[in-house]
């Protein structure tokens, strides 16, 4: 009898519709099995239904063929919303159970994996008992992986795994386990290492910053530590990884529970990547196993990789999976003898990790990224040891130059170092971490026996084995990897250079993107403008020192020079702490300065001097700000004097106020105290909401340009941030959030502008 015939009038229960196998299945069904119709398992999320979600699946192109989505919700697709930790009482007329959901991540954390492949397991199949009709029970088909038999050799049998693990004393266990790391990580000495880690990179932000980052440090490491306790618990079991372990403990669950009571079928499939012909050739959702490593391989980044050049990896395209799936759905096993089957390729037609290697390779040699070397990498397989040395040298080396880069001045080619430096970490970072998923899988002798999988696809009807067929010993690799896969999944990483391409190239002509004038009635737009190593290059300390020593004598200047410099190191040290701290300190040095001769002295001596070192493009910024409408906003955290050159360029100038008194000969002399605390890190953030709220301005559409990272929350406060000339830490921040970096220290002078003094004077 036809496929299509034995499912025709079936009422099919798919659970994890929403994933790369059950997405397939159920369009397969859709489009080639009109006479049967689908109840989906669907969870809703926040601000959408189950419906909604289902809906915008049946939008997607693939499932075009099958009907307008509307129609097929009220005739062949029925929404049941729930997920597994509590699955909705089912409909009574199911013919058969589907059980394709569950947490495919290699590492997950313990909780998450008991949860979702044990736990849901548990909670669906106890659903499925109290629906099943004993004169029409419903067969449960339960879908598992090819390596829940665990860290084994040679040939694995199609049948149940021999071990002894009870899943009921595992489950609780990892429970226990995940809920003791998360009390672990709130104990007073390891919240004072989370602490402390935090101030160091995040101190001169702010205590709020410290705060969430010493949090998001907690977070980590209870991640981190999850995963580590499942994945040690899988391997002293016999297991791969924590993913197969608590797999093979739901598979345990379904043997003990629901086969004896229904029909059950067990089907395995191995490395699942993408289609062969269904639903097209080369269909994929997100990215499996060979993925990330394919895309690295061809960018370069991946020199090596710890597999065994003879081992087999296997892989199998997702259609045969779902064909299997559907004709196993169709075959019903007698009660208590569980069917199992294993979809999979390298019992009768292995490929080997060095066959895919050379196929990979001789794609990226023909259809290279715009980021590919020039010649691509050679992998000799030197084994796992070699490769784990390499990689441990890489971490050394990448930990001692981001030590040296921090220590290093600003400049566009410490930049440059940091962008190949990160980029020489992102490759062994990634090297670590899929060498420690992978390596069980990639050093693997095992073979899956396919007797039953190929018996199962004999018995399909002669007229079905073109559309139906999952014999994988037809699948020419080398078509499927050079001219299917491979072309598959780069094509979404091509989209994207070409993209960043061209956006370089307008960068590269046409300069910062063109400012939008206020419209009349709209709400204000806000530039904010930090001054040291924004505007002009160099410190506080440098200003503080032109201006200071300029007011003392001969032996005075070396007398405070000699102070500035005995406090160096302290303030360095209290900088990278609390700006504010070292601002006080600094400061301190004005106590007694005459403020009106200082004023004088800036209009007349200091200001044209302090002009010639403003960056050309930062007052061209400037201006083009205030062309637009736009409210300027001058933010330091140096002294107000200082700032007086520059105010008529700025709406608001915000910035330190020295204490002063009056002193008997009338003249106003600084006390050595500031008026209130210096605005730093996150007051800044602070100081800018608040305006934006008292004047009504639309943050959102502000900008904001600085360059240093106790800047970041200020930066995060707008919604067009810039970095310029920005420090080693600011500079990785802004990349990872795709904000514009500007270079405006390296500029021509201001003094080629022909700026009107009176306007910098501010006295236009």
């Known amino acids: 009898m036809r496929l299509a015939d034995q499912l025709d009038g079936k009422r099919l229960l798919l ?118 009709r004993p004169e029409a029970p419903t067969h449960y088909v339960h879908v598992s992986t090819a390596y829940v038999g665990g860290r084994r050799r040679g040939a694995v049998p199609e ?28 104990l007073d000495a390891r919240l004072r290492t989370f602490l402390r880690a935090a101030e160091r990179d995040h101190g001169r932000a702010g205590p709020l910053t410290v705060a969430a980052d010493a949090e998001r440090r907690r977070v980590e490491w209870v991640t981190e530590q999850q995963k580590a306790a499942g994945k040690e618990r899988a391997r002293t079991l016999g297991w791969t990884d924590c993913y197969t372990f608590t797999k093979a403990m739901g598979e345990r ?18 490395i699942v990547e993408s289609a062969l012909v269904h ?44 064909n299997a799936i559907l004709k196993a759905a169709a075959t019903p096993p007698p009660l208590s003898q569980p069917a199992y089957y294993h979809v999979s390729s390298g019992n009768r037609n292995p490929i080997t990790f060095r066959g895919l290697y050379e196929h990979v390779r001789d794609y990226f040699v023909e259809h290279p990224f715009d980021s590919s070397p020039e010649v691509m990498p050679t992998w000799d397989f030197p084994g796992q040891n070699a490769v784990e040395r390499k990689v441990r040298v ?28 990160d980029a020489a970490r992102r490759q062994v970072e990634f090297a670590r971490r899929y060498m420690d998923l992978y390596k069980a899988y990639t050093e693997a002798e095992l073979r899956f026996v396919d007797d039953n999988t190929l018996a199962l696809h004999r018995s399909l009807d002669p007229e079905d084995v073109e559309l139906w067929g999952f014999d994988t010993a037809v699948v020419d690799w080398q078509a499927y990897w050079r001219d299917t896969h491979c072309p598959s999944v780069t094509g979404q990483m091509r989209k994207y250079e070409e993209i960043r391409r061209r956006r370089k190239a307008a960068e590269a002509t046409g300069g910062p993107r063109e400012l939008k004038p206020v419209a009349e009635g709209a709400a204000p737009v806000l530039a904010v ?60 040095g004005y106590a007694g300065v005459d403020l009106g001769a200082l004023e004088a002295h800036v209009d007349d001596v200091f200001a044209p001097r302090f002009l010639e070192q403003v960056s050309s493009d930062a007052l061209r910024r400037i201006q083009a700000h205030r062309d637009a409408g736009h409210r300027t906003i001058l933010m330091t955290g140096d002294a107000r004097v200082v700032t007086r050159p520059l105010a008529g360029l700025f709406d608001e100038v915000v910035c330190t106020d020295l204490e002063e008194e009056t002193g008997p000969d009338g003249r106003r002399r600084a006390t050595g105290f500031l008026t209130s605390p210096p605005l730093v890190g996150e007051s800044r953030a ?54 514009p970096v500007a270079d405006w220290a390296a500029s021509s002078p201001a003094r080629r502008l022909r700026v009107p003094q009176q306007v910098l004077a501010g006295t236009a």
């Not at 049948?159 to 709130?186: F, K, N, P, Q």
């Not at 669950?253 to 191995?270: D, G, M, N, Y």
């Open 253 to 270: 669950f379904v043997e003990e529970v629901a086969a004896p009571v229904v029909p059950t079928t067990i089907l395995r499939p191995s």
């Open 279 to 322: 639903p097209h050739p080369g269909w994929i959702e997100g990215f499996k196993m060979a993925e990330p490593i394919i895309l690295a391989y061809g960018k370069g980044e991946l020199t090596e990789f710890p597999a065994a050049p003879d081992s087999v990896l296997d892989v199998v395209p997702i259609d045969h999976v779902v």
């Open 159 to 186: 049948r149940a795994v021999d071990h002894e693990v009870d899943w009921r004393t595992e489950l609780e266990a990892g429970l226990r386990l995940a809920a003791r790391i998360e009390e672990d990580s709130r």
């Open 15 to 132: 659970t994890g519709v929403t994933g790369f196998i059950g997405e397939a299945l159920l369009q397969r069904i859709l489009v080639d099995v009109p006479g049967a119709s689908v109840v989906a398992l669907v969870r809703p999320k926040p601000g959408q239904s189950g419906e909604d979600r289902m809906r915008s699946l049946l939008k997607k192109r693939i499932f075009s063929a099958a009907g307008d989505p509307d129609d097929l919700l009220k005739t062949r697709v029925g929404v049941l919303e729930g997920d597994l930790s509590q699955v909705p009482e089912l409909p009574g007329d199911l013919d058969v159970v589907v059980h394709c959901a569950g947490d495919v991540s290699f590492d997950p954390l313990i909780q998450d994996a008991f949860t979702t492949n044990v736990l849901g397991t548990r909670s669906l199949v106890e659903r499925v008992l109290a629906a099943s």
């Open 686 to 739: 602070a100081w800018l909401r608040r305006y934006a709220e008292v004047v009504g301005a639309d943050l959102s559409a502000s900008y904001a340009y600085a360059d240093s990272h106790p800047d970041v929350p200020l930066l995060k406060a707008v919604g067009n941030p810039t970095a310029v000339s920005p420090d080693v830490s600011l500079f990785r921040v802004a990349r990872a959030s795709r904000w």
């Open 529 to 588: 403008f930090d001054l040291a190593g924004t505007l002009l290059p160099g410190t506080v300390v440098d200003t503080y020192l032109t201006l200071r020593l300029s007011q003392l004598d001969a032996s005075a200047r070396v007398a405070e020079f000699a102070r500035v410099v005995r406090h160096l190191p302290g303030w360095i040290a209290a900088e990278r702490r609390d700006r504010g701290s070292f601002l006080r300190s600094l400061f301190r």
């Open 394 to 421: 890489g971490e050394v080396l990448t930990g001692v130059g981001n030590r040296a880069l921090m220590l290093a001045p600003r400049s566009e080619r410490v930049r440059r170092a940091s962008r190949k430096l």
